[in-house]
């Protein structure tokens, strides 16, 4: 992970999940974004991701979460010297205070699925904010194949109402179905992200590695969609 403020302690101590960072470098391989460019982080967390894409890019990045509070990741990219390109704000991804058009790319990390799910969510609150052929990218935990029920194996770490979220290449790949040049895929960083997220000391990420052994490879999965945005009609 080349990003130099993102240090190994720094990484651990702010991770809330698989190793946002790994994702989304996979999530943008052989992508370019121009210095300048205005980029969305939808569900940002603390910010992981935001300090990659503006390290790694030179872009201005608008960190939206609903669950961190603004101040507190401000404090953060203070911290690194890099509030001038990180834009915080605490906002709900149903009402995202933005102008239309205003967006030359939006990625999205574990989270899409919280918020996503219905087919009419991209085209209505997503689409107007993006220029035309934004970068449009995204990664969620999903499933390997479609699941009606828990396995009973998996009852102490899954409710019912989780399959709801986490679901399959093919049903993101239709939600998402309007970017152009458009391609899904199962993440080949899967097993990486999880390792790096469950070594450290994180209460949750201890609570994760029964789930994952047990889980054994079988049914968990991290989905990602990248396009570009379509022509808007408004």
Same mark, same amino acid.
């Given at each position: 992970?080349?990003?130099?403020?993102?240090?190994?302690?720094?990484?651990?101590?702010?991770?809330?999940?698989?190793?946002? %960072?790994?994702?989304?470098?996979?999530?943008?391989?052989?992508?370019?974004?121009?210095?300048?460019?205005?980029?969305?982080?939808?569900?940002?967390?603390?910010?992981?991701?935001?300090?990659?894409?503006?390290?790694?890019?030179?872009?201005?990045?608008?960190?939206?979460?609903?669950?961190?509070?603004?101040?507190?990741?401000?404090?953060?990219?203070?911290?690194?010297?890099?509030?001038?390109?990180?834009?915080?704000?605490?906002?709900?991804?149903?009402?995202?205070?933005?102008?239309?058009?205003?967006?030359?790319?939006?990625?999205?990390?574990?989270?899409?699925?919280?918020?996503?799910?219905?087919?009419?969510?991209?085209?209505? %609150?997503?689409?107007?904010?993006?220029?035309?052929?934004?970068?449009?990218?995204?990664? %969620?935990?999903?499933?390997?194949?479609?699941?009606?029920?828990?396995?009973?194996?998996?009852?102490?770490?899954?409710?019912?109402?989780?399959?709801?979220?986490?679901?399959?290449?093919?049903?993101?790949?239709?939600?998402?179905?309007?970017?152009?040049?458009?391609?899904?895929?199962?993440?080949?960083?899967?097993?990486?992200?999880?390792?790096?997220?469950?070594?450290?000391?994180?209460?949750?990420?201890?609570?994760?590695?029964?789930?994952?052994?047990?889980?054994?490879?079988?049914?968990?999965?991290?989905?990602? %969609?990248?396009?570009?945005?379509?022509?808007?009609?408004?």
């Amino acid at each position: 992970m080349k990003c130099h403020s993102l240090s190994p302690a720094f990484l651990a101590e702010n991770m809330m999940g698989p190793n946002s %960072v790994r994702i989304l470098e996979e999530l943008l391989d052989g992508c370019t974004l121009r210095p300048g460019m205005r980029v969305l982080d939808l569900g940002c967390g603390r910010g992981l991701t935001s300090v990659w894409l503006a390290e790694q890019f030179d872009v201005q990045v608008f960190a939206v979460d609903l669950w961190i509070p603004a101040t507190e990741n401000y404090r953060r990219f203070c911290q690194l010297g890099l509030d001038g390109r990180i834009v915080p704000l605490h906002a709900d991804a149903n009402a995202l205070p933005f102008a239309e058009g205003y967006f030359d790319a939006m990625v999205s990390v574990d989270a899409y699925h919280y918020f996503g799910l219905e087919a009419d969510f991209f085209p209505r %609150v997503i689409r107007p904010l993006l220029k035309e052929n934004a970068l449009t990218a995204i990664a %969620v935990p999903g499933m390997k194949q479609p699941m009606q029920d828990v396995p009973p194996e998996m009852t102490p770490y899954w409710r019912p109402e989780d399959l709801a979220c986490w679901q399959t290449v093919d049903f993101w790949d239709g939600r998402l179905g309007s970017l152009t040049e458009r391609k899904s895929w199962e993440m080949a960083c899967f097993d990486t992200a999880w390792t790096e997220w469950m070594a450290t000391d994180n209460p949750y990420a201890v609570s994760d590695r029964p789930m994952m052994a047990t889980d054994g490879g079988r049914y968990m999965n991290l989905v990602a %969609v990248r396009g570009k945005a379509a022509p808007y009609s408004g």
